[in-house]
Nanobody
Framework: QVQLVEDGGGLVQAGGSLRLSCAAS????????MGWYRQAPGKQREMVAR???????DYTDSVKGRFTISRDNAKNTVYLQMTSLKPEDTAVYYC?????????????????WGQGTQVTVSS
């Protein structure tokens, strides 16, 4: 079974930096788009950043110029480097990946989610 394990969350003061990582493991044929989403209390989950298999990227406007998403395909890992953090960045951050698996004679692509990691930015 495919699993995504996240790491790197924590408490940081405004203006600081954190790097999140998310490693996929299991019976993986290929990984397509990977991304990071976040959910703050009382708000809907929103896309923060995503990166395709050939590495074009997309960011939500509020993090452009501050966050950088990258991936290491050899390690099945996606990263989110966060700099100049603001209190409004406080949220639970979730890793997402669209992963192809081979089950019997069939290929199946589905979205997988990490468990979430808390990022708290104090003023």
């Amino acid at each position: 079974q495919v699993q995504l394990v996240e790491d790197g969350g924590g408490l940081v003061q405004a203006g600081g930096s954190l790097r999140l990582s998310c490693a996929a493991s299991g019976s993986i044929f290929s990984i397509n788009t990977m991304g990071w989403y976040r959910q703050a209390p009382g708000k809907q989950r929103e896309m923060v950043a995503r990166i395709s298999s050939n590495e074009p990227t997309d960011y939500t406007d509020s993090v452009k110029g501050r966050f950088t998403i990258s991936r290491d395909n050899a390690k099945n890992t996606v990263y989110l480097q966060m700099t100049s953090l603001k209190p409004e960045d406080t949220a639970v951050y979730y890793c997402n990946a669209r992963i192809m698996t081979k089950e019997g004679s069939r290929f199946l692509e589905r979205a997988y989610w990490g468990q979430g990691t808390q990022v708290t930015v104090s003023s």
